[in-house]
C-alpha cells in the first residue's frame, strides 16, 4: 500500500488529486496545475515533501567517515553549513544524490525517502570499527518547501526579528507556536525559496498559517515543469546507479581536491581525461509534443542519445527535455531529431537551467 503524507486529510479537502509514485501518494495538482505554476513564478508556492527521508549521524568519526563515503568535501563545513553531495559506488556510479546539513554534534543527510534502506544497506556495508551511530529521525519530522519570490517575505512574518539562511544549504533553527522548525535555504524550481523541516505534531498547523499568508498548495504536476525549466534531474528519473556521476553534472556535488572517497578513482580518471562519453543536457523543442522517457536522439540517423523526462515549459510554451546526448553532440545550439510515436521531431541542445529564473513569466 502507498504511503501517505501526515497532510493527505489537508490535501483531500483542498480538492487535491492525487497520483501514485515511487510508494508515496502524493497531490498531483489542485485542480490548476498553470495556476499551481503561476504562484512559484509570481509569488510563493507550497510544497508538501513527505516523501523527503532523513539520517542523523553522530559519534567522534562521523566526520572522517562521511568524508570517505560522499563526494564532496565536508571538512570546510561549519555548524549550519550545508552542501550536496552524492554517495558512489566504487566504480563511480551514483547510488543516491544527498543534501548534508552540519549541525553541532551531528551530520544529517536527506534525500528522497524511497532511497533510505538502499543507502542504510549501502553505507552499513563501509561502517566496522568507526565510532558512528546512524540515527533515523522520521517519525518526529516532515519536509515542506516554500518557493517562489515572496517566500522570504512570508517566513518573515512567521518567523518575527529572524535571520533566515541567506546562502544555498545553510540552514538555522527557529521556533514556531513553541516549537523548532529548521529552516534551509533551498531553490527547487529557479526562483529561490527555503525547505522547512517541521515537527509532524506541528505540520498541520504550520503548513495552515503559511496558506493563510497566502502561499498556494502546488502539487506534482506544475513542480515537474518547474524542476525542469530549470533542468534540475531527479534520481530515479533523470539519473540512477546506471550512471557516473559526472555524466549527470552535478557540479555542486563533487570536489576534485578533497582525497580519497569511494569512487574517487573513476571521477577522478574521468575529470584527467576531460570528458565523459555521455552528458545530461538539455533540450528545447519544435512543434507541440513533448517527448516520452527512452525517446531516442539522433544525428544524421545515428542514435546519439535518450530523452529522461520532458514536459510543455509554460514560460516558454514549447516543449522541453532532458535527455543523455553523446559529447559530440552536446554542444548548445547543435539540432538533433527526437523519435516519438512513430514521429521526428526536431531538438535544439541548450544549457541548463532551460528557463532562466529572469524569463517573462507566460
Same mark, same amino acid.
Given at each position: 500500500?502507498?504511503?501517505?503524507?501526515?497532510?493527505?486529510?489537508?490535501?483531500?479537502?483542498?480538492?487535491?488529486?492525487?497520483?501514485?509514485?515511487?510508494?508515496?501518494?502524493?497531490?498531483?495538482?489542485?485542480?490548476?496545475?498553470?495556476?499551481?505554476?503561476?504562484?512559484?513564478?509570481?509569488?510563493?508556492?507550497?510544497?508538501?515533501?513527505?516523501?523527503?527521508?532523513?539520517?542523523?549521524?553522530?559519534?567522534?568519526?562521523?566526520?572522517?567517515?562521511?568524508?570517505?563515503?560522499?563526494?564532496?568535501?565536508?571538512?570546510?563545513?561549519?555548524?549550519?553549513?550545508?552542501?550536496?553531495?552524492?554517495?558512489?559506488?566504487?566504480?563511480?556510479?551514483?547510488?543516491?544524490?544527498?543534501?548534508?546539513?552540519?549541525?553541532?554534534?551531528?551530520?544529517?543527510?536527506?534525500?528522497?525517502?524511497?532511497?533510505?534502506?538502499?543507502?542504510?544497506?549501502?553505507?552499513?556495508?563501509?561502517?566496522?570499527?568507526?565510532?558512528?551511530?546512524?540515527?533515523?529521525?522520521?517519525?518526529?519530522?516532515?519536509?515542506?518547501?516554500?518557493?517562489?519570490?515572496?517566500?522570504?517575505?512570508?517566513?518573515?512574518?512567521?518567523?518575527?526579528?529572524?535571520?533566515?539562511?541567506?546562502?544555498?544549504?545553510?540552514?538555522?533553527?527557529?521556533?514556531?507556536?513553541?516549537?523548532?522548525?529548521?529552516?534551509?535555504?533551498?531553490?527547487?524550481?529557479?526562483?529561490?525559496?527555503?525547505?522547512?523541516?517541521?515537527?509532524?505534531?506541528?505540520?498541520?498547523?504550520?503548513?495552515?498559517?503559511?496558506?493563510?499568508?497566502?502561499?498556494?498548495?502546488?502539487?506534482?504536476?506544475?513542480?515537474?515543469?518547474?524542476?525542469?525549466?530549470?533542468?534540475?534531474?531527479?534520481?530515479?528519473?533523470?539519473?540512477?546507479?546506471?550512471?557516473?556521476?559526472?555524466?549527470?553534472?552535478?557540479?555542486?556535488?563533487?570536489?576534485?581536491?578533497?582525497?580519497?572517497?569511494?569512487?574517487?578513482?573513476?571521477?577522478?580518471?574521468?575529470?584527467?581525461?576531460?570528458?565523459?562519453?555521455?552528458?545530461?543536457?538539455?533540450?528545447?523543442? @519544435?512543434?507541440? *509534443? %513533448?517527448?516520452?522517457?527512452?525517446?531516442?536522439?539522433?544525428?544524421?540517423?545515428?542514435? +546519439?542519445?535518450? &530523452? =529522461? $523526462?520532458?514536459?510543455?515549459?509554460?514560460?516558454?510554451?514549447?516543449?522541453?527535455?532532458?535527455?543523455?546526448?553523446?559529447? @559530440?553532440?552536446? *554542444? %548548445?545550439?547543435?539540432?538533433?531529431?527526437?523519435?516519438?510515436?512513430?514521429?521526428?521531431? +526536431?531538438?535544439? &541542445? =541548450? $544549457?541548463?537551467?532551460?528557463?532562466?529564473?529572469?524569463?517573462?513569466?507566460?
Amino acid at each position: 500500500m502507498a504511503k501517505r503524507s501526515t497532510l493527505s486529510d489537508l490535501h483531500e479537502r483542498r480538492g487535491a488529486t492525487f497520483i501514485e509514485r515511487d510508494g508515496w501518494l502524493l497531490p498531483d495538482h489542485f485542480g490548476d496545475p498553470a495556476s499551481e505554476y503561476n504562484s512559484v513564478r509570481e509569488s510563493a508556492g507550497l510544497f508538501d515533501l513527505a516523501n523527503r527521508a532523513m539520517l542523523q549521524f553522530t559519534g567522534e568519526d562521523r566526520l572522517s567517515y562521511l568524508q570517505g563515503m560522499l563526494s564532496n568535501d565536508l571538512r570546510p563545513l561549519k555548524m549550519f553549513d550545508g552542501q550536496q553531495a552524492t554517495i558512489l559506488t566504487q566504480q563511480g556510479k551514483v547510488v543516491a544524490d544527498v543534501r548534508v546539513l552540519c549541525s553541532l554534534n551531528s551530520f544529517y543527510l536527506d534525500f528522497w525517502e524511497p532511497l533510505k534502506e538502499k543507502i542504510l544497506t549501502h553505507l552499513n556495508r563501509y561502517l566496522v570499527a568507526d565510532d558512528v551511530e546512524i540515527h533515523d529521525p522520521n517519525e518526529q519530522w516532515k519536509m515542506l518547501s516554500l518557493q517562489g519570490p515572496r517566500a522570504q517575505v512570508m517566513l518573515d512574518q512567521v518567523f518575527a526579528n529572524v535571520e533566515l539562511p541567506a546562502h544555498a544549504n545553510h540552514h538555522g533553527m527557529v521556533q514556531f507556536d513553541g516549537a523548532p522548525v529548521c529552516v534551509v535555504r533551498a531553490d527547487r524550481t529557479g526562483h529561490d525559496g527555503f525547505d522547512l523541516i517541521v515537527q509532524t505534531s506541528q505540520l498541520l498547523t504550520f503548513a495552515q498559517r503559511l496558506t493563510e499568508l497566502g502561499a498556494v498548495w502546488v502539487g506534482a504536476q506544475a513542480q515537474n515543469i518547474l524542476r525542469l525549466e530549470a533542468g534540475m534531474p531527479r534520481y530515479g528519473v533523470d539519473f540512477s546507479e546506471d550512471n557516473l556521476l559526472l555524466e549527470v553534472a552535478l557540479d555542486d556535488a563533487v570536489s576534485f581536491t578533497k582525497g580519497c572517497y569511494l569512487g574517487q578513482e573513476v571521477v577522478e580518471r574521468i575529470r584527467s581525461r576531460g570528458h565523459v562519453n555521455k552528458k545530461l543536457c538539455g533540450l528545447l523543442f @519544435d512543434g507541440d *509534443t %513533448p517527448a516520452s522517457p527512452g525517446d531516442r536522439i539522433s544525428a544524421s540517423g545515428k542514435e +546519439v542519445g535518450q &530523452i =529522461t $523526462s520532458s514536459v510543455t515549459s509554460l514560460a516558454l510554451e514549447r516543449p522541453i527535455a532532458l535527455g543523455y546526448v553523446n559529447k @559530440d553532440c552536446w *554542444t %548548445p545550439g547543435t539540432k538533433l531529431a527526437v523519435s516519438h510515436g512513430g514521429n521526428e521531431f +526536431v531538438a535544439t &541542445i =541548450t $544549457s541548463r537551467p532551460i528557463v532562466p529564473a529572469t524569463h517573462p513569466g507566460p
